[in-house]
């Protein structure tokens, strides 16, 4: 790969030479340019800024030195498979999905930012030439884009073939398959009072892997929750009997939940979108039920009850989170529902609405039959006890 740095500081490069990035440029992997962006200036004070058009406090990086710092590094062709990256904390944000990306480019040409920033028009130039990429390494503000193009280097160069001794290690790391990496250990297995985790001592890599896995789940939920896909979300969700003090989210879950359900029976009255607060806490004394977690946050939740007949267990108010819908979760709280029926029930019930066909659908699945309807636009469903 061939990597060029435009700026007015070149000596603010020079851990490029350093560790693997060195190395692999010693070994041709990389073919580094560091360029300073004042030899492409022709005044005797090798300008490279200007005040800003509209007034304002700062200086701008002129057009000019970077037309033909482009001009000069794209003369011979080349603009395929090459991408300019400026660095800006205007710009996207640098993530490892990025550092993927850009890591397939056969060149990268970074543009350092100083002052106030780069003349729009050099973005917009070059635009027409070749992909431009602005990237932000997080949201804080800089001097200048040297430090910027730096860590976005380190973090490209290390996906590259052959650039890493062990690239098993790439695969295990934070931001691979959307989690924070778990804690890790060395020896001693005893320091200063604190012990490795016993199952990292066990031998048995089958429970060393699921404990890594639930604890990158749980460092994720806890510290980046913004992070954490629905679906992994899910692996760490526990399913437990509702306490008094989940009312309040359970009562913006019920609301959230049955939008839909309003929007695929237009006309009907949902219930669950016209109860009160003190009824929904009525029911949450009165009922058996289940609410599911992940990560901290109410994701779903189910309520199972007696007919009057004593024969009958009657699930209801079955809801997940809209965003995490079509993975499964339903399907948990509905077994988990009808295995906490009591003994001697001989069948379970459910209701929903005549044109939630994609609810419907599911409950077949999991074995209901429809039962005739409960009033105009309610389908009433019956399931077997037992079945599964
Ligand atoms: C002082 S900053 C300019 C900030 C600019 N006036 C703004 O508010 O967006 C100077 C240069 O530092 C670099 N820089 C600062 N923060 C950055 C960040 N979070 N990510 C990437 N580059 C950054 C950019 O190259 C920028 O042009």
Redesign the pocket.
């Known amino acids: 790969m061939r990597l060029d740095y435009l700026t007015i500081f070149p000596d603010y490069l020079a851990p490029l030479q350093l560790s693997l990035p060195g190395k692999a440029v010693a070994s041709g992997l990389l073919d580094v340019h560091v360029h300073d962006l004042r030899q492409w200036t022709h005044d005797r004070h090798r300008t490279v800024d200007d005040t800003p058009y509209g007034g304002g406090a700062g200086m701008v990086l002129k057009p000019e030195p970077f037309g033909e710092a482009f001009d000069d590094l794209f003369a011979g062709g080349g603009l395929e498979g090459a991408t300019v990256v400026v660095?800006?904390?205007?710009?996207e944000p640098f993530t490892q999905e990025l550092a993927r990306e850009l890591a397939t480019r056969e060149r990268l040409v970074f543009a350092?930012?100083?002052?106030?920033?780069?003349d729009q028009r050099v973005l917009d130039h070059a635009r027409t030439l070749i992909e431009v990429r602005e990237?932000?390494?997080?949201d804080?503000?800089?001097?200048?884009?040297e430090v910027?193009a730096l860590a976005i280097t380190e973090a490209v160069v290390r996906l590259l073939p052959g650039f890493m001794g062990n690239a098993a290690s790439l695969v295990e790391e934070s931001h691979e398959g959307g989690l924070l990496e778990h804690p890790v250990y060395t020896k001693p297995a005893s320091w200063r009072g604190h012990d490795v985790p016993p199952v990292l001592l066990s031998g048995d890599h089958g429970a060393i892997a699921a404990w890594r896995h639930e604890q990158a789940v749980r460092r994720t939920a806890e510290r980046r929750p913004d992070l954490a896909h629905p679906s992994q979300v899910l692996d760490g969700v526990e399913v437990r009997l509702a306490q008094p003090a989940d009312a309040p989210e359970l009562f913006v879950l019920q609301r959230a939940s049955w939008v839909s359900e309003q929007h695929d029976n237009p006309g009907l009255r949902v219930p669950a979108l016209h109860e009160t607060y003190d009824e929904l806490v009525d029911w949450l004394a009165r009922d058996h039920v289940l609410v599911a977690r992940a990560g901290g946050r109410l994701v779903g939740a189910v309520r199972g009850s007696l007919a009057d007949d004593g024969t009958t267990w009657h699930v209801g108010r079955l809801m997940v989170a809209p965003d995490l819908g079509g993975r499964g979760l339903g399907r948990r709280l509905l077994e988990a529902a009808e295995a906490a029926a009591p003994a001697g029930v001989a069948a379970y019930e459910l209701f929903t609405g005549a044109g939630s066909a994609r609810n419907q659908r599911i409950y077949k699945k999991a074995g209901y039959r429809h039962a005739g309807e409960l009033e105009p636009g309610v389908v009433r469903m019956v399931k077997r006890a037992g079945r599964r």
């Open positions: 660095t800006t904390p205007s710009g350092c930012g100083r002052y106030e920033g780069i990237v932000s390494i997080g804080y503000v800089l001097n200048g884009g910027a």
